[in-house]
């Protein structure tokens, strides 16, 4: 679990799983009491400078001595029906890794039609991720998927939201410049307005709401973000 500044989070998502053989904290040098909190549950308190979030889970998986590890976020909770699917999972060995279902958590609402399928649960040998933000986990072999929902406390509120958005889109545009991409108005226009469509439309947003739409739109602004972050960039601008 890599944590920073989460006192308000991080007892929950630790208690949530103390069915775990081991609990192992990687921590960004928090300043509040997140790190007097996570040790009420696990001595495996680590704490490393963070530069990106890969780094910063590769650090703690190379720690890790179990053959299954599951990645969790201090504002994240396993339900008990997802406990006992993870532990038969984990018993059957039918595949090296399973996606988890991710309602994203909006105005004191789960939002079901905004919801990602993420790699979290993996076998331990030959696992690594890569990536600045929004980090890819490899695993060899075949992925599976479970059914019951991980709990996440994704935003704090919209202005907590719009900040996140706001930093994931520097990293964005950092590895788009690494990889020769150039921000051009057909992107600064197109790329947006299809995100808001594709969230709000396809995906079924418009079913949740005016939470929904909040979502989508603010959404769609990382990505126009995103862009106008990789322009700055590529003039040399920050």
């Not at 919801?115 to 696992?127: I, M, N, Q, Y």
Request: hydrophobic residues 40%; without cysteine.
């Amino acid at each position: 679990m890599p944590t920073y500044n989460e006192e308000a989070y991080v007892e929950a998502a630790l208690r949530s799983v103390q069915f775990a053989d081991e609990i192992i904290v990687i921590d960004s040098f928090s300043t509040d009491q997140t790190i007097e909190l996570a040790k009420r549950f696990t001595p495996n308190i680590l704490q490393r400078t963070f530069d990106n979030f890969s780094n910063q889970k590769n650090y703690a998986l190379e720690k890790a001595t179990g053959d299954w590890v599951l990645f969790l976020d201090a504002d994240e909770r396993i339900t008990y029906p997802l406990q006992i699917e993870i532990q038969k999972a984990i018993e059957s060995d039918k595949y090296t890794g399973y996606k988890l279902s991710f309602p994203h958590f909006f105005m004191n609402r789960f939002l079901y039609h905004h919801s990602s399928d993420v790699l979290r649960l993996v076998k331990r040998e030959g696992t690594r991720y890569s990536g600045l933000v929004h980090e890819k986990l490899t695993v060899q072999g075949r992925i599976g998927k479970l059914k019951n929902p991980v709990l996440h406390f994704t935003y704090k509120g919209l202005d907590h939201y719009i900040q996140k958005r706001e930093s994931y889109a520097w990293f964005q545009a950092e590895q788009l410049m690494k990889k020769g991409k150039k921000a051009t108005l057909f992107l600064l226009f197109l790329k947006p307005a299809y995100r808001f469509f594709s969230s709000y439309f396809l995906k079924g947003g418009f079913k949740d709401g005016i939470p929904g739409l909040a979502i989508s739109t603010i959404n769609a602004y990382g990505v126009f973000s995103r862009y106008v972050k990789l322009l700055l960039l590529q003039r040399g601008l920050r």
